[in-house]
């Protein structure tokens, strides 16, 4: 069995210090935490939607933001992956454009396309053609050295392009958030950091040579859709996921066949959860278990959403990684996505 310790043994298969990286990352939640309320940005005004634009981990952020705030968003928000915003998108619109390395074409184009469009713009990315954009059109970004992600991965930038986004947007006066609960939720993932890594060095084993069926519900969306990516990405595994209450209206009868399948669910599950969804996530076990599959429930200990949400992506973070490394995988390379887009070039 791989040594998680054995230093040497372990940069064969992670030469970009992908664990490293993972180790350190509360130094670059602080870091960027501090480094995004620290800007001086203007007060973004007359705008009733806002339309968010990125791709795989950059657009992170869009996910947790809208997950984390719920019914609390001032407006109505879209998440668009694609070349171009929708045609809705007008002088009233905010538009969010998010690059971790600033090259991302899909991006790049939808900020010509809100351009054309007279939207409102801000920008977040650690630099190339998109920071330039932000430049040359006095678009209000949050630019990032990224210096505290060694591995140079966009996946591990969390620091940067969740949490920046959320500063970023509070400090334009999109949304009105308590920052000092944010700062409060990095500062008690210091003291959880060691036990929830002591757990996924455990906890990994579980979804060896099995499916991550994970399901989540309200403030905790966003890291379903993200944990998933990460078991994709970084440990190189088939992976899905599915949310509370949807999941009660068609998934229950869905867990009959085929017999056997190699499925292992996790539930992302919380005391901060409204008390219906606390009664859905026990029944949602039980029918579970009663189809014959185990079921693991990771259970966070936070008095904010955030703590949750903090305490939730590390432990995912530090599971996919195990996971990719156990398989004898380089975490850090995606080499049929990086195949992909050589072809498409």
């Not at 480094?35 to 339309?51: A, H, R, S, Y």
């Not at 990516?229 to 229950?252: A, C, G, V, W, Y």
Request: with cysteine.
């Amino acid at each position: 069995m791989l040594d998680f310790n054995n230093t040497e043994e372990i940069l064969k298969l992670d030469p970009q210090r992908t664990l490293e990286t993972t180790e350190n990352a509360l130094k670059q939640f602080k870091a960027a935490w501090e480094e995004v309320t620290k800007l001086d940005v203007p007060k973004i005004e007359g705008i009733n939607k806002v339309v968010f634009c990125g791709m795989g981990a950059s657009v992170y952020g869009a996910l947790a933001l809208r997950a984390l705030m719920g019914r609390n968003l001032p407006f109505p928000t879209e998440v668009i992956s694609d070349y171009f915003v929708p045609d809705y998108v007008d002088g009233n619109t905010l538009v969010v454009l998010t690059s971790y390395s600033g090259t991302t074409e899909e991006v790049l184009s939808c900020a010509e396309d809100a351009k054309a469009k007279n939207a409102k713009m801000v920008i977040l990315t650690k630099g190339g053609p998109l920071a330039e954009f932000a430049k040359d059109n006095n678009v209000p970004a949050y630019i990032f050295d990224g210096k505290l992600n060694i591995a140079g991965i966009p996946r591990l930038g969390n620091g940067y392009t969740i949490l920046g986004l959320i500063g970023l947007l509070s400090r334009t006066k999109v949304i009105d958030i308590e920052e000092h609960e944010v700062g409060s939720a990095i500062t008690r993932l210091e003291d959880k950091f060691q036990e929830i890594k002591e757990a996924a060095v455990v906890e990994f084993k579980l979804f060896e040579n099995k499916i991550p069926v994970i399901f989540a519900a309200e403030h905790l969306s966003g890291n379903a859709q993200i944990f998933r990516n990460q078991f994709n990405e970084t440990s190189k595994t088939f992976s899905t996921h599915f949310l509370i209450p949807d999941l009660n209206h068609h998934l229950m009868e869905g867990l009959q066949f085929p017999k056997g399948a190699p499925l292992q669910f996790v539930i992302l599950n919380s005391q901060n959860y409204s008390e219906k969804i606390q009664k859905r996530v026990q029944l949602t076990k039980e029918v579970i278990k009663q189809n014959g599959y185990d079921v693991h429930e990771f259970i966070t200990s936070g008095q904010t959403v955030y703590d949750d949400f903090l305490e939730t992506l590390q432990f995912g973070s530090f599971v996919t990684l195990y996971l990719g490394l156990a398989y004898e995988q380089n975490p850090a390379i995606n080499p049929w996505v990086d195949w992909f887009k050589e072809q498409l070039a």
